[in-house]
């Protein structure tokens, strides 16, 4: 009866698979997205591949090795095909270079505004007490400007996605921040109240959400779907965070195309 050389088999089937999460990786900037459909994702993958390359290796090994290496090229084509597609489409959403410029000053008609030098929005400046952080990006579709008043406890940020900008995905991101209580802040063990959460069905679609932070703070947010000179879909999304209700709502209320 013939031996199997599992470890041999085993390595055979890793190689590819390490490949193609390299690939993947690459594929999302270098980072790993903590979603469970992402890693989801990497299992339908791998484990396919995984389970015929070793069912191919067992045949090739035991009398059988032309279907053995058609099981095995099966299971390649599934794992580098379907890695691909999904890089490209990572790829797609991937923010370039000019969508992730930072926002310039320009004053209109007697107001200063905040300015996207390639996507073609405004809005209102928060004011002379405000200083930006450096920009970040969460992922590589997303992009964040951020600007505080730490006299005044008040922080506004823009996030934009790319990729994103129906009613639905405005929706998605909308609910993601509110259950996302580690990144908003407040008090442990006190959950934050959701005030208002809606999408409007119009087109563009814009959304809004409101809540009271277990600290206290107001987290008031406006989504806008829009589409860059090119066509290319974005959320925009502006979140106030303030002691008190009042403060930014200019700047929510002043999101609009520049001329």
């Known amino acids: ?11 055979k089937v890793l190689v590819p698979a390490l490949f193609a999460f390299g690939y993947l990786l690459w594929s999302h900037g270098g980072t790993l997205p903590g979603s469970i459909k992402f890693w989801g994702i990497i299992a339908l993958l791998i484990l ?21 290496k058609l099981i095995t090229f099966a299971g390649l084509a599934w794992l580098f095909g379907a890695g691909f597609f999904l890089a490209s489409k ?25 300015r996207h030098p390639t996507l073609g929005f405004s809005l209102l400046h928060p004011g002379p007490g405000f200083v930006e952080s450096d920009p970040n990006a969460s992922r ?19 996030g934009i996605f790319k990729g994103e900008g129906d009613a639905r995905s405005l929706r998605g991101l909308l609910e993601g921040m509110s259950k996302n209580t580690d990144a908003l802040g ?17 087109e563009p679609p814009r959304g809004a959400l409101e ?36 403060p930014g709502s200019a700047v929510l209320a002043s999101f609009r195309p520049y001329p």
């Open 186 to 202: 407040g008090r442990a063990g006190t959950p934050p109240r959701v005030e208002k959460l809606e999408v409007s069905g119009d």
């Open 48 to 68: 396919p591949e995984m389970a015929t390359g070793l069912g191919g290796h067992y045949l090739e090994q035991t009398g059988r090795p032309g279907v053995g």
């Open 1 to 11: 009866m013939a031996t199997v050389n599992w470890p041999r088999g085993l390595a």
């Open 90 to 114: 990572a790829q797609a959403v991937t923010l370039t270079y000019a969508e992730r410029a930072p926002l310039v000053t320009v004053d209109e008609g007697h107001q200063r505004r905040l």
């Open 211 to 246: 809540m009271v932070l277990g600290d206290g703070r107001f987290l008031r947010t406006n989504a806008y779907g829009w589409r860059a000179p090119d066509g290319t879909p974005f959320a925009i999304v502006v979140t106030v965070m303030a002691h008190s209700y009042a």
């Open 140 to 158: 590589p579709s997303a992009h964040f400007y951020s600007f505080t008043d730490s006299e005044a406890r008040v922080r506004v940020t823009v």
